[in-house]
């Protein structure tokens, strides 16, 4: 198994920066991908941003241009940089890791951290 421990997530003003950090138990080179989802009060969960093992990466409309994935292989550490935030952006953002194995998904989640953007 995968443990995902989140952090950085908190209070900030509309056009403010945050950014996430998701710390994994092992190594995340291996990896088959991993992302970024956010979950907003009676709304569907939706991906915000994918990287792949080959760090390709993809992100929603919503936040193109806006929000980076990262990771550091070293740290076994993941990140998403968000810029010039909006109120929209609001919610509780999970870190998701995705192994395959005999063509089988598996799927990690973080605990979630508190994304409010308000002035």
């Known amino acids: 198994q995968v443990q995902l421990v989140e952090s950085g997530g908190g209070l900030v003003q509309p056009g403010g920066s945050l950014r996430l950090s998701c710390a994994a138990s092992?190594?995340?080179?291996?990896?088959?991908?991993m992302g970024w989802y956010r979950q907003a009060p009676g709304m569907e969960r939706e991906l915000v941003a994918l990287?792949?093992?080959?760090?390709?990466?993809n992100y929603a409309d919503s936040v193109q241009g806006r929000f980076t994935i990262s990771r550091d292989n070293y740290k076994n550490t993941a990140y998403l940089q968000m810029n010039s935030l909006k109120p929209e952006d609001t919610a509780v953002y999970y870190c998701?890791?995705?192994?395959?194995?005999?063509?089988?998904?598996?799927?990690?989640w973080g605990q979630g951290t508190q994304v409010t953007v308000s002035s």
């Open positions: 990287m792949t093992s080959g760090s390709s990466t």
């Open positions: 092992r190594s995340i080179f291996s990896f088959y991908a």
């Open positions: 998701n890791v995705r192994i395959v194995r005999d063509g089988v998904n598996y799927d990690y």
